[in-house]
Nanobody, 114 residues
Framework: QVTLMESGGGLVQPGGSLRLSCAAS????????MDWYRQPPEKQRELVAA???????WYEDSVKGRFTISRDNAKNTVYLQMNNLKLEDTAVYYC????????WGQGTQVTVSS
């Protein structure tokens, strides 16, 4: 069993920054399997950032150059640094562990508004 706890969401103006954190507890295999999704209002949930093979990272096209995923293995925590936020980044952001059967955090709201 794995429990994921997100934090760091909030209200920010366009161009602002936020850092989301996701702390894993329980039998998480590695922070390598953790990634970030988001679900904008009335839209489907989408993958935003993940770790890929060879220690690389993957980003959804619209966030490339603005978002950075990172991890602290000692703390079993993954981060999502979000810079130059745009109105369209408004969504509930979810931490996910790609470890059978798949685990989700409760989500944290990010609202970008002027």
């Amino acid at each position: 069993q794995v429990t994921l706890m997100e934090s760091g969401g909030g209200l920010v103006q366009p161009g602002g920054s936020l850092r989301l954190s996701c702390a894993a507890s329980g039998s998480i295999r590695s922070t390598y399997v953790m990634d970030w999704y988001r679900q904008p209002p009335e839209k489907q949930r989408e993958l935003v950032a993940a770790f890929s093979s060879g220690g690389n990272t993957w980003y959804e096209d619209s966030v490339k150059g603005r978002f950075t995923i990172s991890r602290d293995n000692a703390k079993n925590t993954v981060y999502l640094q979000m810079n130059n936020l745009k109105l369209e980044d408004t969504a509930v952001y979810y931490c996910h562990a790609n470890q059978f059967p798949g685990y989700w955090g409760q989500g944290t709201q990010v609202t970008v508004s002027s």
